[in-house]
């Protein structure tokens, strides 16, 4: 056991995610040969892979995705920049903290399945009604991870800036956005895969016949478990990629750390 340990470590990531993917789908597959399901319970890796087939090829696929990204990239994109400020100035100014904090931790315990109604009565558009949701999912992980990011600081770091007589410009861009941008991007990591469950929220809530939520609720309806597999697939996938480039901004972000 510990020489097959030892050679996978040694191997490439891509062939351990091969070989993992592989192991998931055998498993997968004996689990419904033993179990007898039927394929309205449980539907094999193949059938799901004919579905998957059926509806890109017929163009269902495509559309509910791209309607699905339209709103998870601004949702992301408008949850980044209210938590940007807001985490500044709530990791510099004590009286803010003690103002605001109060009713921004208060606003976790309130489920968004249950914000996201009202969502709906507000905003007429049911576009940007989801946006809003996706925003609100995004928000609060990234501005504790600003707020993080920035208090950790080394104080003595700061002690050299103002001996330098640096400007608070300068601080901020020399010394506390490069100190604290790791916290940052991975709370932006965070942000980016719940941006995805956030739009999705939007589309349970905010039904227009369109987007990966509408056709995830229809296939439930049909009993199309294996159609249900397919836009659990596809969900999963766009929270991989956007992961995958916040953990390209990383890499190059971040190059001088990975010198060091």
């Known amino acids: 056991m510990k020489k097959i340990l030892r050679w996978l470590d040694g191997q ?37 892979w004919r579905q998957f087939l059926i509806v890109a090829e017929d163009g269902r696929l495509l559309k509910h995705s791209l309607i699905t ?3 998870v990239l ?6 980044c920049l209210v938590a940007a400020p807001l985490g500044y100035l709530l990791a510099k ?8 904090s109060p009713y921004l931790i208060a606003s976790q315990a309130i489920p968004v399945i249950a914000i996201a ?9 049911a576009f940007w009604a989801r946006v ?3 925003a609100l999912v995004v928000f609060f992980p990234i501005l504790v991870n600003i707020i993080a990011g920035l208090r950790s600081v080394p104080a003595e770091m700061y002690e050299l800036m103002h001996s330098l007589q640096a400007t608070r410009g300068q601080i901020f861009r020399k010394l506390e956005l490069p100190a604290s941008l790791p916290i940052l991007l991975a709370g932006l990591k965070v942000g980016a895969t719940l941006s995805v469950i956030g739009a999705l929220v939007g589309e349970f809530v905010q039904p227009k016949s369109a987007g990966l939520g509408f ?11 294996d159609l249900v597999f397919v836009v659990l697939a596809t969900l999963a996938a766009i929270a991989l990629a956007l992961y995958g480039v916040v953990a390209l901004m990383e890499k190059r972000l971040l190059r001088w750390q990975q010198r060091q």
């Open 132 to 134: 809003l949701v996706a």
């Open 93 to 100: 100014s004590l009286l803010a903290e003690r103002l605001i």
């Open 74 to 79: 601004p949702g992301l994109a408008i949850g």
């Open 215 to 225: 056709m995830l609720v229809t296939a439930r309806y049909q009993f199309k478990t």
């Open 12 to 48: 490439p990531t891509w062939l351990m995610i091969s070989l993992s993917f592989a192991a998931l789908l055998f498993g997968w597959q004996m689990l419904v040969w033993l179990g007898g399901y039927d394929r309205f319970i449980l539907p094999g890796p193949v059938d799901v």
């Open 69 to 71: 990204i339209s709103e």
């Open 117 to 125: 109604p009202l969502l709906t009565i507000w905003v007429r558009s």
